[in-house]
């Protein structure tokens, strides 16, 4: 039977293997989805070792996302915008090609729950890696502005002009925000821990959208925050996190799974929020 993982450390929280075997279920696929706990030190050796026992593919998560892109001996576009690799696939010839579908399966949430990207003020809070993996698959949907606020500004504004030939994009502190936003979604992991970045100087639009990328068995802090500022609309990444899994079975696979009940079993049996 075919293998794949998903590789991490923590790893013990991860969704995946649900996702992936209800996606395998619903679509009549036979396969072994697990997680693999790899050490801090030993991810090359893990992954190396995870092939010789036959792994076809794997999922990749934090801390080893970057790690990931070395490995590969082709990045898919979007991989190489992002740095980073989440999803690994070795081709018929035994190259491994490595993806990155978290930008894709944000759009793709983003569109499920009828939110408009073209011509959208769009403000991305954080600079880190989780921001920069979805730029491309936003920039590419033509927003009117995207605006990337960050702690340290030098951050956002470099994360800013590496991606400034896809289309208008700037970058700043939070303390440097003014205007009015559409959307507004949140790449950092202060959310986690109960916190809400600043963001003294900026307006709603009345269609203002919130998306926390992160997703909990309660609202965020961040869908908290935006319910308090009268925005009717505040997500967590639930379905973001269904929609990339769905993009990375499709590459390996060969085959769109059915991503609205999987996300409705996934809500229904672990208590996340949406």
Not at 154 to 160: F, G, M, P, S, Y
Request: net charge neutral; hydrophobic share 40%.
């Amino acid at each position: 039977m075919d293998r794949y993982t998903v590789f991490g450390n923590p790893i013990n929280h991860s969704k995946s293997p649900f996702i992936h075997r209800r996606f395998a279920a619903q679509t009549a696929q036979q396969l072994h989805y697990d997680t693999h706990l790899a050490a801090i030190d030993g991810f090359a050796e893990a992954v190396t070792q995870f092939r010789r026992d036959g792994g076809c593919g794997a999922n990749v998560t934090v801390p080893f996302k970057q790690q990931a892109v070395a490995l590969c001996d082709q990045l898919s576009e979007r991989a190489k915008r992002a740095g980073a690799v989440n999803t690994l696939h070795w081709l018929e010839d035994g190259q491994l090609l490595g993806d990155n579908t978290d930008g894709a399966g944000l759009v793709a949430d983003l569109q499920r729950l009828g939110v408009t990207l073209a011509q959208q003020r769009i403000l991305i809070l954080g600079a880190g890696g989780a921001v920069r993996g979805v730029l491309a698959p936003l920039l590419a949907q033509q927003p009117k502005h995207i605006v990337i606020a960050n702690r340290t500004a030098t951050k956002a504004v470099e994360l800013a002009l590496a991606f400034a030939d896809m289309g208008t994009i700037s970058g700043g502190g939070y303390q440097q925000l003014n205007g009015e936003f559409d959307v507004i979604i949140n790449g950092t992991s202060a959310s986690l821990s109960g916190q809400v970045p600043p963001l003294p100087g900026i307006q709603f639009s009345p269609q203002c959208v919130s998306y926390d990328m992160a997703y909990g068995t309660a609202a965020t802090a961040f869908q908290k925050w935006g319910r308090r500022q009268g925005i009717n609309d505040n997500y967590s990444g639930v379905g973001m996190l269904v929609h990339q899994a769905a993009i990375s079975f499709n590459l390996w696979r060969g085959i769109e799974p059915p991503t609205q009940r999987v996300l409705d079993a996934l809500i229904a049996e672990s208590g996340v929020v949406q």
